[in-house]
């Protein structure tokens, strides 16, 4: 069975400073690897995927995130952080067809 | 490209009232689809999921029900809501080859009072 731990429940960055949302998985197979994002009251975007190809992952809105076998996790960052990157973000494991979700990390920027 | 609707946005319902909420699928075939619970703090639930016309599965015993009647078509129902069914609701719909990536709708926020 799988499973995906997210290592904060909240994160808190000032505008410009480096973002690390942290996450953990366990898979019985090679997984593919989801950050979603969730703005308030809104359905959630895709960010990037990890599907067995490059280990480090680029997606939308300068965030990328790296996938590593060996601690078995798929940190989330981006280099400087926006405010309208406020929002909560989770990390999402997908095996044999369906998606098990992280309980998410809520993310604040502060000015 | 492919859209995906969901309505109501918001909904607020009595104790033991019925619910239905739509999703639906435009510009793609035979999707799988996906209803998702998230309770307030917490992350999102998988409540059923559908792999055809009229092909439902259970992830969790519950008073919600599912139905497909049509391809690109995802109702969720219940006869009798329970104040624990408040919650946001997604819909979400995947490729059926192999891609694996899910793509949300926008929503419904559902207050149960």
């Known amino acids: 069975a799988q499973s995906v731990t997210q290592l904060d429940s909240h994160v808190s960055v000032s505008e410009g400073t480096p973002v690390l949302l942290r996450c953990n998985y366990s898979s019985s197979y090679s997984p593919s690897l989801f950050w979603y994002v969730q703005h308030p009251n809104k359905g959630l975007q895709l960010l990037l995927k990890?599907?067995?190809?490059?280990?480090l992952v680029k997606g939308i809105n300068g965030f990328e995130a790296e996938f590593k076998k060996s601690e078995t996790s798929f940190h989330l960052t981006k280099p400087s952080a926006h405010m309208s990157d406020a929002a909560e973000y989770f990390c999402v494991v997908s095996e044999e067809r369906q998606l098990t979700f992280g309980s998410g990390t809520q993310l604040t920027v502060l000015p | 490209s492919q859209t995906i609707h969901q309505w109501p946005a918001t909904l607020v319902q009595p104790v033991g009232s019925p619910l239905s909420l739509e999703c639906t699928v435009e510009g793609t075939s035979n999707p799988n689809l996906y209803w998702y619970r998230q309770a307030a703090g917490r992350g999102l639930q998988l409540l059923f999921y559908?792999?055809?016309?009229?092909?439902i599965s259970s992830e969790v015993p519950q008073n919600l029900s599912a139905s497909r009647p049509q391809d690109r078509q995802f109702i969720l129902s219940s006869k009798k809501l329970l104040l624990s069914d408040s919650g946001f609701y997604l819909c979400a719909w995947r490729d059926s080859g192999i891609r694996e990536t899910q793509y949300f709708g926008p929503g419904t926020r559902l207050l149960v009072l």
């Open positions: 990890y599907t067995s190809a490059a280990t």
């Open positions: 559908s792999v055809g016309i009229g092909q």
